[in-house]
Structures are given as C-alpha cells and as structure tokens.
Nanobody
Framework: QVQLVESGGGLVQTGGSLRLSCAAS????????MGWFRRAPGKEQEFVGV????????YYAGSVKGRFTISRDNAKNTMYLQLSSLKPEDTAVYYC?????????????????????WGQGTQVTVSS
C-alpha cells in the first residue's frame, strides 16, 4: 500500500506563487509516474501535469504550461508542484495520484482512472 499526503495549499493573490508537495509513504513505493489533478467548484477533475519518475520528464496541461512546474525528490519520495503567475481560475482542490510500476493496464496520463493511489487533496484559493 502507498499513502499520499498533499500539503502547501492556501490563499494567494492573483499573480502569486505556491508550492505544493505530495509525500508518499509505504513499503511498496515504486512509482512509474505521479500526476497532479485539480477540481474546481462545480467542475470535473482536471489533469494538471505528470512526471515520469525514472527520467523526471514532466508534461503539462495547456492551461498551466509555462506557469506550473512539477519536480520530484527521489530521496524523500516526494513530488512537488510549483504554481506561479496564479489566476483566480486556478482555484481548486489539488490532488496527487500515483501510477505504480506493477500496473498493467494502459496508462493514459490525463485520465484519473490510470492512477492507483490518491491523496486527500489540498485547497488552493487565488483571490482577484
């Protein structure tokens, strides 16, 4: 089993920055990839970005590309999401998900169903 805990959310003004963390624990921590999703009020969960654990390559949704950066710290089993140039439309609960190496189904990085474990989420609120 793997447990994921997000942190770092909060209230920030338009144009501000935040850094979210997703800390993983558990004996079977062996990620193929970890992703960030978000759910805004009244909207469906939306793909934000993903990082492939082995090589560290990251991909982003068009709405956040150039403003958000995903990184990871192998030693700490932690993924980060640096949010910059924040806009009110970035307001959402941000979730991290993990795709294990052992998974055999087709991995579609933008599909929440492709991830095996999820955190509880952290709220990001951007004021105008």
């Amino acid at each position: 089993q793997v447990q994921l805990v997000e942190s770092g959310g909060g209230l920030v003004q338009t144009g501000g920055s935040l850094r979210l963390s997703c800390a993983a624990s558990g004996r079977t921590f062996s990620p193929y990839a970890m992703g960030w999703f978000r759910r805004a009020p009244g909207k469906e969960q939306e793909f934000v970005g993903v990082i492939y654990w082995s090589g560290g390559t990251a991909y982003y949704a068009g709405s956040v590309k150039g403003r958000f950066t995903i990184s990871r710290d192998n030693a700490k089993n932690t993924m980060y999401l640096q949010l910059s140039s924040l806009k009110p439309e970035d307001t959402a609960v941000y979730y991290c998900g993990l795709r294990t190496l052992a998974a055999r189904s087709l991995f579609r990085q933008e599909r929440q169903g492709s991830y095996d474990y999820w955190g509880q989420g952290t709220q990001v609120t951007v004021s105008s």
